[in-house]
């Protein structure tokens, strides 16, 4: 018997999250207090959505900011965990013969440190981030995610940070919050029934789905890390949702742990 460590999407939202102490951050610090504590964490976040397949390098890897039109506090966030080389490495190991880039020019984008500062307020985990092939199809970014499947025997927390749900378009900016959106209830609901089934084929092929999944994810880039941390499931393995709701109307914050 493994101590396997959980597979987990994180529904990351706002950044604002990263400096707020609300349900979601609050939620994100007790998982972090739940789980084994993993060696290391692979981090496959909506923000790196590149051309390539690329694996950060780097000892200390930088803190990235990569927003705009915030307050100055969030500007001023550091998160200084270790990069882990050797894991880098072997996800490199895991993956081949795809060609994949040590890069030492990315660091941690907002999709891993607005989470992981709650999840791990110490930054004392190293994290190495995989990038998001942008010219791929969904059917590939979930392979990876079965590729990657032995790192949970290994210490490792694979960590997907996106939204299940995710329009900017529509998204309430004001101050004052709205009720979710009909069409992101209705396809965050059929998306959490076909993974509890294990049905994910169709979720695969999501664009097959719909007019709710059309609005719901107007652009890949954050509902394919969720794709990362289904693949490196197990058949049958336990599956549940440790953080949930909408924010803005159309930003789903659902949480998917598997393991």
Known sequence: MTNRLPAIFFGHGNPMNAVTSNGFSDAWRRIGQE???PTAILSISAHWFVPKTGVTIATAPKTIHDFGGFPPELYQVQYPAPGDPVLARRVQQLLSPLDVQLDNSWGLDHGTWSVLRHVYPRAEIPVVQLSIDETEPA?????????????????????????????LHTYAWGRHSRDPYDWAVRFEDEAKQMILAGDFDPLIHYENLGPDAALSIPTPDHYLPLLYVLGAGQHEEQIGFPVEGVDGGSISMLTVQVG
């Open 35 to 37: 789980i084994p504590r």
């Open 139 to 167: 059917s590939f970014h979930f392979e990876i995610g079965k590729k990657l499947a032995p790192l949970r025997d290994e210490g490792v927390l694979i960590f997907g940070s996106g939204n299940l749900v995710h329009n």
